[in-house]
């Protein structure tokens, strides 16, 4: 079975997912809540150190989200579905 490839998604993209994120305060601490969810524990002993959710899941997360074929031209909006996925993480029981 051929292995599928997520869509890349560098730095430059995700600038304007933080901006839309930043200008919900709304959505604060539900940003906040997931992405502490999202950390691997022991982070810190592990490189780069930094408390972020692995690359596999994120790529795991971005082929679900989008499959494999999409052409990264813009078809891609990262902000209006991190936006999306914070308010739906919000409403969900149990937060």
Request: charge should be positive.
């Amino acid at each position: 079975m051929a292995r599928t490839t997520a869509p890349v998604v560098g730095p430059a993209d995700l600038r304007p997912a933080f901006a839309a994120v930043l200008r919900r305060f709304d959505l604060w601490p539900t940003a906040v809540r997931q992405w502490l969810r999202l950390v691997p524990s022991g982070w810190w002993r592990r490189s780069p150190f930094l408390p972020l959710p692995s690359r596999a899941y994120l790529e795991f997360r971005l082929l679900t989200a989008y499959g494999s074929d999409v052409q990264h031209d813009g078809e891609i909006d990262l902000a209006g579905d991190l936006v999306a996925y914070l308010e739906w993480c919000r409403r969900w029981p149990g937060r």
